[in-house]
Each structure stands twice: as structure tokens, then as C-alpha cells.
């Protein structure tokens, strides 16, 4: 039960795919490697939480940018449109959200990871 | 919503006294500053995760014992009993756990934290 990140996060490479290391009260606690930018979306039911390991995550919302970086984090509340970009740089994050949080919320585009895995 | 960990650290010196920095699908996000060792306890419906951000945290089990460094997360699953404890350095954790969880349990001690705040 104990999870080293580093070396999870040498067990891939691709940007915006999401990986689950951990389950805790009906969320996931999972991985990921972004780079670039993803699609507007929004969880209609569940809160996220990002934990900004290195780099930084800049989240562009309707009305403003929050930017976070390494060893800050950022809660994105249920229902509200998001777009998580980077600077370029590759930033790697922890996000915990329910098991039921779809990636991309209702919207599917390439980037979209329809199956989660553990790593 | 954004959330400086280092920054927030510095509001509080208390060892084993958890502070609520952000709330997520029915979990707080806390922090809390280790040192020495917190009672024998479990909690009976709810998982615990540890983000060890700086030391190492010790977590007896009653059938081993996990070491857990900075960088490094630990998940308690629920109905474990565990007894945490550092090195003698100071640890740094993020803890998240539902809001319904109790400190130390159905165990108090001297220690047991009741009414949790915000900082």
C-alpha cells in the first residue's frame, strides 16, 4: 500500500492519460503526465483535485486563469467548465477525484481516455 | 482555490493536529506537521491517504511496518489498525479522508483533535 511516485511515473510517457496507483472511499487517486493543452469540459457531479508535482498547470476557467505550480494545488468544483493547459513544459500531477469522473466530462475528443488503468 | 502547501504550513507549528485546506466530494484536504507517535487506532468506514511532502512517516500495522518517504503516498484502507510515527524529524503530510472521519478513531486521548478548523 505504499506507492513511490517518481517511480509510477516512469511507467509512461504519454500526456493526458491519466493513471490510477490508489483507490480511497470511491475515488481514485491516479497519475498523469500534461503537456499542451485539453479540451473545455466539466464533471457535472464531482469535484478534482490536482496536485502539482513539478512543472506548472495553468487552468483556464470562463471568467478567469488560476496557475499552480509545484507544490500547490487546485480544486476544481463540480460543474464548473475548465480548460488545463501547460507552458510548454511537462508537468506531472496526482488527481483525486470518484471513480465515476469521466476524463474529458461529456465531451469526447482524441485525447480522451475512455478505460483507466493501474499502473 | 489555488492552495500554497508551503504557505499554508507556516500557519500552524502543532504536532498531530490536522488542518482543513480544501474539501473535495465529501473529503477534507488537510495538513498536519508529525512528530513522535499518535495511539493505536482504525477508522471503521473510511480510507486515509498520506502525501508524505517532507521526513518519513512510520505506520505500524499490527502485522508490519511501512515506511513511507517524502515523495511517497500511503493509503490506510478502512477497519486497519495503525499506529503512526516518525523517525524523531519532523514529517509533513497532506491527509485526505471523509468528513466523517475522527482523528484517533473511537479512541481519545490527550492528543485527539475534536473540532477540526479551517486555515
Tied chains: 1, 2.
Excluded: C
Aim: hydrophobic share 35%; no cysteine.
Amino acid at each position: 500500500m505504499n506507492i513511490n511516485l517518481e517511480q509510477k511515473f516512469t511507467k509512461f510517457s504519454e500526456h493526458w492519460h491519466p493513471y490510477i496507483v490508489g483507490e480511497l472511499n470511491e475515488n481514485y487517486v491516479k497519475l498523469a503526465k500534461l503537456k499542451g493543452e485539453l479540451v473545455w469540459h466539466s464533471h457535472e457531479h464531482e469535484d478534482e483535485l490536482f496536485i502539482v508535482l513539478s512543472g506548472t498547470l495553468i487552468m483556464d476557467f470562463r471568467d478567469k486563469t488560476v496557475v499552480t505550480k509545484q507544490g500547490e494545488i487546485l480544486i476544481v468544483p463540480k460543474g464548473v467548465e475548465h480548460r488545463p493547459r501547460t507552458n510548454g513544459e511537462e508537468v506531472q500531477i496526482i488527481l483525486i477525484e470518484p471513480k465515476s469522473t469521466k476524463h474529458t466530462g461529456n465531451i469526447t475528443v482524441e485525447q480522451t481516455v475512455k478505460e483507466l488503468e493501474w499502473i
